[in-house]
């Protein structure tokens, strides 16, 4: 071996030895600070072992660092002025200031090199009656509207569309294949935190909801295929959400010691899945309440919608304040797409224009409900609280495209009318025809303008212009 490489290595040991020696070790107690509330207070010490330079008095300060002093601070003085002793004690206060996660270490102010290790902190939101009061009533309106949705089932109707697949399977590939798949790339991408990952995750592999049935009407989509494709993802999301947490899930919480809660999830969505069992029952031995729960499902779903926009608002706005660009541009993306992916994979697949609608919008629109009560259910806090802004990010921007599609197709309607009713004098309504086919405006020979009387419909329109001399 060459001796100045044998030197070299020699030297880099010496070097390694010395860096050993002169690293700062700091035993804190509590070892870690978990669940601190927001304004508490809570006493930290240490024990300091250091074998510092004492030929060089400026090395003996040092600082007590905190990674996001928005979240926790320090109360007093942060500096220490360490004397000979290689052994000290010391003594600070913590108090809480938000939610969230943050660390300390104790640095040397002169070289940053020597370091503690790391105090992990995190801090919870006080328990607050109106939150709980919140998420109580979410519970129970998803409960509520999923009784509604089984009673207004149609199963003659989902038999019917089943029957003709291939609308639902795309939409079951697209919402179940793609769109959980996105939310993973996504998450990875643009969020730094696993617990915000993981709330991509759970919101982009949450079945479809009541308001996708809603827009689909707004945006005169296929009504019947939405709610059969809202039926089948509900029942899927029981087997398809575990299946994605139990794969791409675990792989987001590597490193971390939080365990994607499968058990918790699985029956949350057992729960929802037996309400929805539950008004199937109602409709078939309790015709009368059934009835009643058809017609408050409409009512119950904006109701919901509203409950959560202007409610959750209030009761949780915190989460505005830790809406960042990276949050609410990964929701937007993931539901956005969503729509975009829907919207495509039908029409290569030659779907009629009010399927095309109805897939898309059943591939973009996820149950923000659904995702807030799992992700609170399932995870400690504050992650459950910090993993429930993405939901509701994604339900802000979800509403943006669709609004201005409601708008486009109000306008071109309108324009149409106006096109039709501008035509000329011989665009003549219903009410003409049947005037000049009978002058004497009997019931029984007025002529229905129908798909079973076409040629002759045909034949009338013709044969009252020819009479008025438009043809």
């Known amino acids: 071996m060459c001796p100045v490489v044998l030197l070299a290595l020699i030297l880099s040991v010496i070097l390694l030895l010395l860096e050993v020696t002169a690293a700062l070790s700091v035993t804190f107690r509590p070892s870690q600070v978990k669940q601190l509330k927001e304004d508490q207070l809570i006493d930290v010490s240490f024990n300091l072992n250091t074998s510092i330079n004492k030929f060089n008095t400026r090395n003996n300060y040092y600082e007590i660092y905190i990674d996001d002093q928005s979240i926790v601070e320090v109360v007093g003085n942060k500096t220490l002025n360490l004397d000979n002793n290689l052994h000290q004690n010391y003594t600070f206060e913590l108090r809480g200031k938000s939610l969230g996660h943050s660390w300390l270490e104790v640095v040397n102010k002169n070289n940053t090199d020597d370091r503690s290790e790391r105090l992990a902190i995190s801090v919870i939101r006080p328990s607050s009656r109106l939150t709980k009061i919140f998420t109580i009533c979410v519970a129970v309106l998803i409960s509520i509207n999923y009784i509604n949705m089984g009673c207004a089932l149609d199963l003659n109707v989902v038999l019917q569309v089943i029957k003709r697949p291939i609308a639902p399977i795309i939409g079951f590939v697209c919402q179940y294949g793609f769109m959980p798949l996105m939310a993973y790339i996504v998450g990875k991408v643009l969020l730094r935190e696993s617990y915000l990952q993981l709330g991509l995750f759970v919101f982009g592999a949450s079945p479809g909801g009541g308001a996708s049935n809603m827009w689909t009407v707004l945006c005169g989509g296929n009504l019947n295929l939405s709610i059969t494709m809202t039926f089948i993802s509900t029942l899927s999301a029981i ?11 675990r792989n987001i919480f590597e490193g971390t010691t939080t365990t994607v809660p499968l058990h918790n999830i699985f029956g949350s969505l057992a729960s929802m899945t037996i309400f929805l069992g539950v008004g199937l029952l109602f409709q078939r031995f309790i015709p009368r309440v059934a009835n009643i729960c058809r017609k408050i499902l409409a009512p119950v779903s904006i109701a919901m919608i509203i409950f959560i926009v202007i409610f959750g608002t209030y009761a949780n706005l915190y989460m505005f304040r830790l809406m960042s660009w990276r949050i609410l541009l990964s929701a937007s993306i993931n539901v956005w797409s969503g729509f975009l992916i829907g919207l495509l994979a039908s029409i290569l697949l030659k779907q009629s224009s009010v399927n095309q609608i109805a897939i898309a919008i059943e591939t973009g629109i996820q149950n923000t409900g659904v995702a807030i009560v799992l992700l609170g259910l399932s995870l400690p806090q504050p992650d459950a609280d910090l993993a429930s802004v993405i939901p509701v990010a994604a339900s802000v921007m979800t509403p ?13 309607n309108c324009l149409n009318k106006e096109s039709k009713v501008n035509l000329n004098s011989g665009a003549l309504d219903d009410s003409i025809v049947n005037e000049c086919l009978n002058p004497n ?25 020819w009479t008025n001399g438009n043809i």
Do not use: A, E, R
């Open 239 to 249: 087997f398809m959400m575990p299946l994605w947490l139990f794969t791409l899930g």
């Open 400 to 412: 943006i495209p669709l609004t201005i599609v409601y708008i486009i197709i109000k306008v071109k």
């Open 441 to 465: 405006k009997t019931i029984s020979s007025t002529l229905p303008l129908n798909g079973d009387n076409k040629n002759l419909q045909k034949y009338t329109y013709d044969q009252i212009n």
